[in-house]
């Protein structure tokens, strides 16, 4: 029978904080100043800095430590309290309780409550409580250690020190863990891994491992394998070797324990080169130690030999670094191999060397199981009498440390000697108490598996709810996405619509503005007209009262006064003067409405006008008519002249002419006026709606025609003025 | 939301109701550029009106002064 090793690291992620941030001042930079202090406050806190390095650092130098903190406590004993001295009797409390000094640590860490409580300084009271629960973890009253880590947790929450209330969550863990109230201690590392949320930090870490090893204090195995697995994770992502392979190790002797020989083989050959290159002897022992252990359950033929040579490695490793418990562990290992491959002669001394070591420890530990092994040497031996006294006290032993297993195995022995000796009755009664305790051994795993298999199946319960949560948060979720969305939509739709509409009625407001304008428009041209036409009868009336009127009148006179011969020469100048009356009369009448025009037609109006024009204006002018056989409608005729004269109007002040061409033509039912000079053309920047042009536009418009001034094939434009005939323009 | 919004009726809808938004947009503009010219029309054609009846005053008043005053003037 072998012992099987599980390194247990519970450390605590505030300790190796405060250890890095310590290391920021050396301890010799601090001794350095200690002489420059002057005052006395200034001196104690040096001293209680340089105290906290040294324990810090390493515990050889406590003794210095303690008197550095005596030192200060006489020096601030006049001064009202402050953080300082609380620190003072934490370090100091530290210190006793290391030096296993519970008493003196008890009553410092008391007094430092007290003073503390008194000016209610909550850090220092959180850290004194935090020492005084370890103080009574350390004398096993985990009860009243309890008490100190809620209180300390309690200052802690209310300081919102997250740090320390992790440190108080792992501490209340562990020792409901120690009073094997393992639901609170799973709710205390629970709590720990609920903080991180999946962080990688070392606190982490240390929680997985923790909680491992509190299940498999449980027996649920499982269970411990997956939260190792997740701390060797974590320790991987953290980078630190040494825990990653101290997590290995626990992970193989988990598998180990349920049976799975290969994963914990290959666990325990990942850790050993990791061990071996951090220097780590003890941790490399324990490996071939487990390595050792597990070869044996192998069904391989050479299996205890092989078991033999790890034992053999751990063995020399454990002298060498003198771990005597570690020795007695690998020599009672090889002892009970040995006994197991027949050579019992050769077993006896290795076993008696580590019953030695034991009995010089004083440790119960395997002691049992070694004094069992012995007493099968001995019974392999045929000396039944030695047989029977070894296990009679490994009974004893296993008795004393409520080791049920043990128990049974040397009550098994007891019956088998019993039975070599002929104590038939003894024999009996051992193999009774040996059935006794199988049978509650078996109960207890029985009870075991069933306890793990409700676990297993409160998880997966509890998986499948979180499961169905899960999905039940992902369709609300996305049913309010949803309902979002369409909020968003119905509001773009609304937006678009209600914008449509506005529109919608801007456009129909503007389009009723138009056709307003338009019939405005309408009204103007039409008034336009008529004024034209108006201007036109008037003038034209005007012409003809001042021609047949006062141009008959003074005609009349003129004749008169030439028919009176006797006065002719005395008359001579009133003749001239009537006939320049006669003259100027005809002249205006003409200019306010050709004669021409109205008595020989359109074609006659022109032809005078054009030879006036030319006179006047040094211009040649040449006229052509084609096509013109009848009379056209007056008022076609008035502005068909109007229109020459304006755009003739034009040339002259505007065109710098020398020649101008003009054809009035009649082709089938229009008559096209074109006006063609010879001059600088039309500019391009050419008002459209210029007197001169708009007076042309609209003139022609009256009289249904159409007007299209253009620049000539050379040089000049071409004015052209087409009338349809086919529509009475009167 | 993305599923909703390449959701065929929803997708034409907002398309439809961005078109009308385009067209109506564009039908207001040349209404407006129309008025612009409408306005631009009347008010010339008032000016044309205005230039108009100064010049038969002109006349009228040409051929008055000429036949109170026997002096010609110039059109």
């Given at each position: 029978m072998s012992q099987r090793v599980i390194v247990i690291s519970i450390l605590m992620g505030m300790n190796i904080l405060q250890t890095v941030s310590a290391q920021a001042w050396s301890l010799d930079s601090l001794q350095a100043l200690l002489p420059y202090a002057e005052s006395d406050t200034a001196r104690a806190s040096l001293l209680i800095h340089i105290a906290a390095q040294m324990v810090w650092t390493d515990w050889s130098h406590t003794s210095t430590a303690k008197q550095h903190l005596l030192e200060a406590q006489v020096l601030l004993?006049?001064?009202?309290?402050?953080p300082l001295r609380g620190r003072a009797y934490s370090i100091l409390g530290k210190i006793y309780r290391r030096n296993s000094q519970q008493d003196s640590a008890y009553s410092i860490l008391q007094k430092g409550i007290q003073e503390a409580e008194q000016v209610e300084d909550n850090q220092q009271l959180s850290e004194l409580f935090s020492q005084l629960a370890g103080l009574m973890s350390d004398r096993s009253r985990y009860d009243s250690a309890l008490l100190w880590y809620q209180r300390a947790l309690i200052i802690d929450q209310t300081l919102n020190d997250s740090a320390n209330i992790l440190q108080d969550f792992g501490n209340l863990a562990n020792t409901y863990g120690s009073l094997d109230s393992f639901v609170q201690a799973r709710f205390y590392y629970q709590q720990i891994i609920d903080w991180h949320e999946?962080?990688?930090?070392s606190s982490l870490a240390n929680a997985y491992s923790n909680l491992g090893i509190l299940l498999y204090q449980q027996g649920l195995y499982d269970s411990t394998a997956y939260y190792f697995i997740r701390a060797r994770e974590l320790w991987e992502d953290l980078g630190d070797p040494y825990y990653v392979a101290v997590v290995g190790l626990n992970i193989g002797t988990v598998f180990t324990q349920i049976h799975d020989y290969p994963k914990a083989y290959q666990y325990f050959q990942q850790v050993i080169p990791i061990f071996d290159s951090l220097g780590h002897k003890a941790a490399l022992a324990n490996t071939y130690n487990n390595l050792g252990s597990l070869s044996k359950?192998?069904?391989?033929?050479d299996s205890l030999a092989k078991s033999n040579g790890y034992h053999v490695k751990a063995l020399a490793i454990r002298e060498e670094i003198q771990d005597s418990s570690g020795m007695a562990s690998s020599l009672n290992n090889l002892g009970g191999n040995f006994v197991e491959l027949g050579q019992a002669e050769q077993a006896i001394p290795y076993l008696k060397r580590a019953l030695q070591i034991k009995r010089r420890l004083r440790t119960s530990q395997g002691k049992a199981m070694n004094l069992y092994n012995l007493g099968l040497a001995y019974y392999s031996l045929e000396n039944y009498e030695k047989a029977h006294s070894y296990f009679l006290q490994s009974l004893e032993q296993a008795k004393s440390v409520s080791s049920p297993n043990e128990q049974r195995l040397a009550y098994q022995g007891l019956a088998d000697v019993a039975i070599q000796l002929g104590s038939y009755r003894d024999a009996y009664t051992y193999r009774l108490a040996y059935h006794k305790i199988q049978d509650s051994l078996f109960s207890v795993e029985k009870e075991r598996q069933i306890q793990e298999l409700e676990i297993h199946y409160q998880t997966e319960k509890k998986q499948a709810t979180i499961d169905q949560l899960a999905q039940q948060q992902e369709i609300d979720h996305f049913k309010i996405q949803r309902q979002q969305s369409q909020i968003i939509l119905l509001l773009l739709f609304m937006g678009l619509s209600g914008l449509i509409v506005f529109l919608l009625q801007q456009r129909n407001r503007l389009r009723h503005q138009q056709q307003l304008n338009e019939q405005l428009l309408h009204q103007q041209e039409l008034r336009l007209q008529h004024t034209i036409e108006t201007q036109e009868t008037e003038r034209s009336r005007i012409a003809r009262d001042l021609h047949d009127g006062l141009g008959q009148l003074l005609s009349a006179v003129r004749m008169q006064l030439s028919a009176q011969k006797a006065d002719t020469l005395t008359h001579a100048p009133s003749l001239e003067m009537l006939d320049q009356a006669v003259s100027e009369v005809r002249m205006l009448a003409h200019t306010m409405m050709p004669r021409s025009l109205q008595d020989q037609g359109l074609e006659s109006a022109l032809k005078e006008l054009f030879s006036q024009t030319a006179r006047t204006a040094k211009l040649t002018i040449r006229f052509e008519a084609l096509g013109v056989k009848e009379r056209l409608s007056q008022a076609v005729e008035i502005g068909l002249y109007r229109i020459a004269q304006e755009l003739l109007s034009n040339v002259i002040k505007?065109?710098?002419?020398?020649q101008v061409e003009v054809q009035l033509n009649q082709i089938r039912e229009s008559i096209i006026l074109t006006v063609e000079d010879?001059?600088?053309?039309?500019?391009?920047?050419?008002?459209?709606?210029g007197m001169g042009m708009r007076n042309i536009r609209t003139r022609a418009e009256a009289i249904n025609g159409s007007f299209r001034i253009e620049k000539g094939p050379i040089q000049g434009s071409i004015a052209t003025i087409k009338v349809p005939l086919a529509i009475p323009h009167d | 939301m993305n599923s909703l919004f390449t959701h065929p009726f929803i997708s034409w809808g907002l398309g439809t109701l961005l078109l009308a938004l385009l067209i109506i947009g564009a039908q207001i503009h040349q209404i407006k550029q129309s008025l612009r010219q409408q306005t631009k029309d009347s008010r010339n054609l008032d000016r044309y009106l205005q230039h108009l009846r100064d010049k038969h005053h002109q006349h009228l008043s040409m051929v008055l002064h000429y036949l109170a005053n026997g002096q010609k003037r110039d059109l």
């Open positions: 004993r006049e001064t009202p309290y402050s999946n962080n990688a930090t359950e192998s069904n391989h033929p505007h065109a710098h002419a020398s010879d001059g600088i053309g039309i500019p391009t920047n050419l008002p459209s709606t | -």
